[in-house]
């Protein structure tokens, strides 16, 4: 296992899984950077944080940190990372932290198949290219956003789905008032993140402050007539 430190926070994982730029990226900081950032800048006391695509549960223990390991939830769709996130986020106090293994999809039940690769950040959904390069297609649990929304009752979330936030953000996200993004515009070009500013818009978000690179932030509008939790 190799470790690395980031804002104070351990991420322990296995020599194998550093693939790519990963390395780099952990080395130097700059792992899930501008998610961290703009979710430091935006969470307030009460926020409960749903995190779409925990990968090693960084964004999750760091969201911990501030909000308590109770307000604070994690989807996460390889089986192997299921457990280094839950493993990061015990070792860094945060064990409550509830981690839910399966890819989140607009709708449907059971199972859905997923594109597990080597790199496992980079693992997804079928796209419209079809699967990732060297993808191994496994079943997972389908995990519904509206169910994910009635169990843990966010009021922000936090999405890096490899290209799968194109179709997802466009459900109605009742009680949440903080979306942070990290868009794909290899996977669906520049109108595809048009798009997906455009269906927040349309549920009463805006473009707010912490925007940098690929990762959007938006931000409920005061005046929006925001659709409550639905019943659980």
């Known amino acids: 296992m190799r470790s690395f430190t980031l804002r104070g926070l351990t991420l322990s994982l296995p020599e194998a899984a550093l693939k790519g730029n990963l390395e780099r990226a952990l080395s130097s900081g700059r792992?899930?950077?501008h998610e961290a950032d703009a979710l430091l800048m935006h969470l307030r006391p009460g926020d409960r944080l749903l995190d779409l695509g925990a990968g090693l549960g960084f964004i999750c223990?760091?969201?911990?940190?501030?909000?308590?390991?109770?307000?604070?939830?994690g989807v996460e769709a390889g089986p192997e990372t299921v457990k280094l996130a839950?493993?990061?986020?015990?070792?860094?106090?945060?064990?409550?932290?509830?981690?839910?293994?399966?890819?989140v999809v607009e709708t449907g039940e059971g199972e859905v198949e997923f594109g597990q690769r080597p790199a496992f950040w980079a693992s997804a959904l079928k796209g419209p290219e079809g699967w990732p390069e060297n993808a191994e297609v496994i079943r997972v649990p389908a995990r519904p956003i509206g169910r994910l929304l009635e169990r843990f009752r966010p009021t922000a979330i936090c999405c890096d789905i490899e290209g799968g936030e194109l179709e997802l953000l466009a459900e109605p996200l009742r009680g949440v008032r903080l979306v942070v993004v990290e868009t794909h515009p290899q996977v669906y070009g520049a109108a595809g993140v048009e798009r997906i500013a455009t269906g927040l818009a349309a549920q009463g978000f805006a473009r707010v402050e912490?925007?940098?690179?690929?990762?959007?932030?938006?931000?409920?509008?005061?005046?929006a007539a925001a659709p409550g939790p639905a019943a659980g």
């Open 86 to 103: 839950r493993r990061n986020l015990a070792a860094n106090g945060f064990a409550g932290v509830k981690i839910v293994r399966g890819a």
């Open 61 to 73: 223990a760091l969201a911990a940190r501030v909000l308590g390991e109770a307000a604070v939830f």
């Open 210 to 223: 912490g925007a940098k690179a690929d990762t959007l932030v938006f931000g409920r509008c005061p005046d």
């Open 31 to 33: 792992y899930e950077h």
